[in-house]
Structures are given as C-alpha cells and as structure tokens.
C-alpha cells in the first residue's frame, strides 16, 4: 500500500456548499421576509396614525390660542 491509497481513506475538506444548502437559506430568508416585511409596514402605518393626532391635536391647540387671543383684542379682557 502506497501513499496514494492513504489519500483516498482521508475525506477532502468540504469547501463549497450544496445546492441544497444554499436553497434551505433562500427559503429560510423568504420566511423571514415573508413574517417581517407586513409586521414593518404595520408598524409604519400605526406610526403614521400617531402623528396625524399629534399634528391635529396641535393644530386645535394653536386655533384655540389664537381664537383665544383675538377674542381678548376685541373684548379688551386680559387672563
């Protein structure tokens, strides 16, 4: 027995990954995509909600101030 029948009992290191590999991550990814992108785009709707009543809010606040002070220019009351 020679040295090259000890070569062929020693098992290569595995360097590249299978077809099968590579396609178990692009599905494992899909799922991924698949949970994560609505639970975003929910996320990014309800944060839009929040600031539409944040800048109504604001907005009433401003009229009332204004409506408050041009009823006090007219009327000559003072807070």
Do not use: C, W
């Amino acid at each position: 027995m020679g040295h090259q029948t000890e070569k062929a009992l020693v098992p290569a290191l595995q360097t590249d990954f299978t077809l099968i590999e590579i396609m178990i991550v692009i599905v494992l990814i899909g799922i991924l995509a698949a949970t994560a992108i609505p639970q975003y785009f929910q996320y990014l709707r309800d944060a839009q909600a929040e600031a539409l009543v944040a800048n109504f809010r604001e907005a009433v606040s401003t009229m009332k101030m204004t409506l408050t002070t041009v009823t006090h220019q007219y009327t000559g009351e003072r807070s």
